[in-house]
C-alpha cells in the first residue's frame, strides 16, 4: 500500500498532499478528509486497510484548487469511535502527526 500511494504522490502531487503519521496509540480503521466548510466525509481513504500506531502513509489529493486549504480529518479506531480534528492548513503543512491528548485527538506539524 506505501509504495502505491508513494507513486501516486509523485503523479499527482497536490497543493494539499500530506503524510500522515500515526502516534495514537490505537490502530485507525477508517481515514476521512474533507474540506472545513464541506461535512460531506466521502469515502474512506484506507479501503480495507488499516493504520497502525507508529506507521505513516503518504495522503494525496486531486480535485481541489488552490485556494481550498482548510480541511478537517476524521479517524476511526477499531473500535469505530469517531475522533475529528478540524482546520488544518494543508497548504501550509505537510507532515503531520496524530497523537491523543485525553479524551482528544490532536496534530502537530513534523
Not at 500511494?5 to 503523479?11: E, I, K, V, Y
Not at 486549504?69 to 503531520?96: Q, S, Y
Request: hydrophobic residues 40%; glycine residues 8%.
Amino acid at each position: 500500500m506505501a509504495g502505491v500511494a508513494l507513486l501516486a504522490a509523485t503523479l499527482f502531487a497536490g497543493d494539499q498532499d500530506f503524510t500522515l503519521v500515526n502516534k495514537t496509540g490505537f490502530t485507525i480503521s477508517a481515514l476521512y478528509v474533507a474540506p472545513t466548510k464541506d461535512r460531506h466525509w466521502g469515502d474512506d481513504i484506507l479501503g480495507k486497510d488499516e493504520l497502525d500506531s507508529g506507521q505513516s502513509l503518504d495522503i494525496t489529493f486531486k480535485g481541489y484548487g488552490k485556494k481550498t486549504c482548510l480541511f478537517d480529518v476524521m479517524l476511526k479506531d477499531e473500535d469505530d469511535t469517531e475522533w475529528i480534528v478540524e482546520e488544518i492548513d494543508l497548504c501550509e503543512i505537510h507532515n503531520l502527526t496524530f497523537s491523543k491528548k485525553g479524551k482528544k485527538v490532536v496534530w502537530t506539524a513534523n
